[in-house]
């Protein structure tokens, strides 16, 4: 069963970057996509980011141009790297296999990200 591990959240003003990390074990993640999700108090989750096992990279048109993710395989890992933060991005940071979609439907605790005014 596949574990999933997110980290790097954080608080920080408008304008600010921060780096999330996912990590992953009792599976290797690389003939999977990955993809990140985030969810804000009150709100349903929201698709945010996701990448091919090629590569490619997929965005939610509210962040397009500010988040970039990543992944290594080697370290069995995805990235999320966030820069110009605005506030409507304050929620909890979710990664997992998949393209879009959790394919296995296991979700890690995730991470907390909150962006003040």
């Known amino acids: 069963q596949v574990q999933l591990t997110e980290s790097g959240g954080g608080t920080v003003q408008a304008g600010a970057s921060l780096r999330l990390s996912c990590a992953t074990t009792g599976r290797s993640p690389v003939l999977y996509a990955m993809s990140w999700f985030r969810q804000a108090s009150g709100k349903e989750r929201e698709f945010v980011a996701a990448?091919?096992?090629?590569?490619?990279?997929h965005y939610a048109d509210s962040v397009k141009g500010r988040f970039t993710i990543s992944r290594d395989k080697a370290k069995n890992s995805a990235y999320l790297q966030m820069n110009n933060l605005r506030t409507e991005d304050t929620g909890i940071y979710y990664c997992?296999?998949?393209?879009?979609?959790?394919?296995?439907?296991?979700w890690g605790q995730g991470t907390q990200v909150t962006v003040t005014s």
């Open positions: 990448i091919s096992v090629s590569s490619f990279t």
């Open positions: 997992v296999l998949g393209w879009m979609t959790s394919e296995n439907d296991v």
